[in-house]
Nanobody, 116 residues
Framework: QVRVVESGGGLVHAGGSLRLSCTASGFIFRAYDMAWYRQGPGKQRELVARISSIGITNYADSVKGRFTISRDNAENTVYLQMDSLKPEDTAVYFC??????????WGQGTQVTVSS
């Protein structure tokens, strides 16, 4: 059974850092593209960063230079290092696993709150 579980969220002051983790099971992790999305209060879900199965990365303009996505295929885990956090980064962060063919798989999300 495919499972995607996020962790690492919390409360941090503006300018601080957090590292989110997304651990996957039930599928061949190294074959999947992985991504982080977020949904802030009253907002639509938006792409934050993604990393392909071969390690190519893309970022939303709002997080470029502050966030870094990486993956450890041996640990079936994708990370999102978030530095210089801003109050507008407050959101529920979701992990998405995209297979070479078939449907996406989403985690339940982890809350990130940045206080000013």
């Amino acid at each position: 059974q495919v499972r995607v579980v996020e962790s690492g969220g919390g409360l941090v002051h503006a300018g601080g850092s957090l590292r989110l983790s997304c651990t996957a099971s039930g599928f061949i992790f190294r074959a999947y593209d992985m991504a982080w999305y977020r949904q802030g209060p009253g907002k639509q879900r938006e792409l934050v960063a993604r990393i392909s199965s071969i390690g190519i990365t893309n970022y939303a303009d709002s997080v470029k230079g502050r966030f870094t996505i990486s993956r450890d295929n041996a640990e079936n885990t994708v990370y999102l290092q978030m530095d210089s956090l801003k109050p507008e980064d407050t959101a529920v962060y979701f992990c998405k696993a995209t297979p070479p063919r078939g449907s996406d798989n989403w985690g339940q999300g982890t809350q990130v709150t940045v206080s000013s």
